[in-house]
């Protein structure tokens, strides 16, 4: 199956990375009238800057930025993007901000909401405080790694061997991206959902150099990425996750069985939360929407598309058809119960398997489907073969089947 063409896919890619919590502060009023609607007029952009987002420039930039205009603001943001480095990329995000406050537009809306998340994965820098996830660099230097910021070409995350004592906890990565991916997500989210369909804009793409072509298929193919991401986490979330860093390395080590691992354990895997699991459902739905709708928009468009940022330009008829398809079949099955089939075969013997999506989303006990554990060896069946009703067959077999005995040891084949 063909996938979409991404030829500046670093910028997307970069959705994945974290955010920052977005924070207004009040104007204090000063003695004389006249000169406090003065000042508050000129503070009153920067001071929509976060704390963090004003440490990206300098004090005589953020005092600059006040009397630019928002099409001077955009193209400081271009030029900081220009010099190819993190220092840049974070100065960006913070001049396509600020443009956007001062005359909001589709591509100054565009802009920050790409920006945002962008920028936080290009925040390396580390403060020789591993105890506060602020930004990548923390999560770096907690993990008792070091970073090489600066030229794009030079970037690296140096991570040690055995990973350091301090590693955060699997509850304590899900806060993080919580405070910082999530918050950045949710905000890209709202400006994206204002951006227009006449939206259309031409802009120079930095790591190559050529002019592209942004229009609102890239808008549907961005919220798309968004929701997804969102999905993932709060599929993630709906769960108790809560293992300490030293539990899962004496796990993987072998010094604890998987026995004693899960009997210390007891709610791992439970479901925490219905309301995040059915938050999940509806980001996936509707990122499965933005993206039929983002490749209905690229099919019917009839200018040029070379020089679009996303377009589909290397996928056939048949792959995007194809590809539409298993986002229905995967929106379908989640909403509707609609059975997947997952086609294989061996010698020309039919061996496909069928699952369902929806008894995941309406929330499972993962817990109860794990089998009970000797040491490190499985022991009698499988509670439920069927996985919750996720399982509907397997290699042309019903499920039930794995449960088969055939030496009636009264443990399931597939253990021994």
Do not use: H
């Not at 000063?30 to 609607?37: E, I, L, N, S, T």
């Not at 509806?282 to 499965?288: K, L, M, Q, S, V």
């Not at 598309?305 to 099955?333: P, R, Y």
């Not at 089998?371 to 060896?377: L, R």
């Amino acid at each position: 199956m063909g996938t979409l063409k991404s030829k500046k896919g670093w910028f997307f890619r970069l959705f994945i990375c974290m955010g920052i919590i977005l924070m207004c502060f009040a104007v204090i009023p000063g003695c004389d009238d006249d000169d406090d609607d003065d000042d508050d007029e000129k503070s009153q952009v920067t001071t929509q800057l976060t704390e963090k987002e004003r440490s990206y420039l300098s004090a005589g930039e953020v005092d600059a930025a006040n009397d630019l205009t928002s099409k001077e603001l955009v193209a400081k943001g271009f030029a900081a993007l220009d010099t190819r480095t993190s220092q840049g990329v974070l100065e960006a995000k913070a001049y396509f901000k600020l443009a956007d406050v001062k005359d909001s537009d589709n591509p100054t809306k565009f802009l920050r909401a790409v920006s945002g998340v962008a920028a936080l994965g290009f925040d390396l820098e580390t403060d020789g405080n591993a105890g506060e996830l602020e930004d990548v660099g923390d999560v770096v230097e907690a993990l008792g790694g070091t970073t090489v910021t600066g030229a794009w070409a030079d970037l690296d995350i140096l991570l040690p061997d055995q990973l350091a004592q301090t590693t955060p906890s699997v509850r304590e990565f899900l806060d993080f991206y919580d405070k910082v991916v999530v918050s950045e997500m949710e905000t890209a989210l709202s400006l994206l959902n204002d951006v227009t369909t006449s939206f259309n804009y031409t802009w120079t793409e930095p790591v190559s150099g050529d002019e592209v072509e942004s229009d609102y298929g890239d808008v549907l193919f961005g919220k798309a990425v968004v929701k997804a991401n969102l999905g993932l986490y709060y599929t993630l979330k709906a769960y108790n996750l809560n293992l300490e860093y030293t539990e899962v390395v004496s796990l993987a080590s072998e010094q604890t069985t998987i026995d004693a691992f899960l009997s210390a354990n007891k709610s791992l895997l439970t479901l925490a939360s219905q309301k995040s699991i059915d938050s999940a459902k509806t980001n996936i739905i509707e990122a499965a929407d933005d993206l039929l709708d983002a490749i209905e928009w690229m099919e019917m468009e009839t200018d040029n598309q070379e020089d679009d940022l996303i377009c589909l330009c290397d996928v056939t008829t048949e792959e995007i058809i194809e590809a539409k398809a298993v986002i229905n079949q995967v929106k379908n099955s989640i909403q509707n119960g609609q059975i997947i089939r997952l086609e294989d075969e061996d010698e020309g013997v039919d061996i496909s398997s069928e699952i369902v999506l929806q008894p995941f989303f309406e929330g499972l006990n993962l817990r109860s489907l794990l089998p009970d554990f000797s040491g490190n060896e499985p022991v009698g069946f499988l509670p439920d073969p069927t996985f919750g009703g996720i399982l509907v067959s397997i290699e042309g077999m019903a499920p039930v089947e794995l449960n088969d005995d055939a030496d009636g040891s009264g443990i399931a084949d597939i253990f021994e």
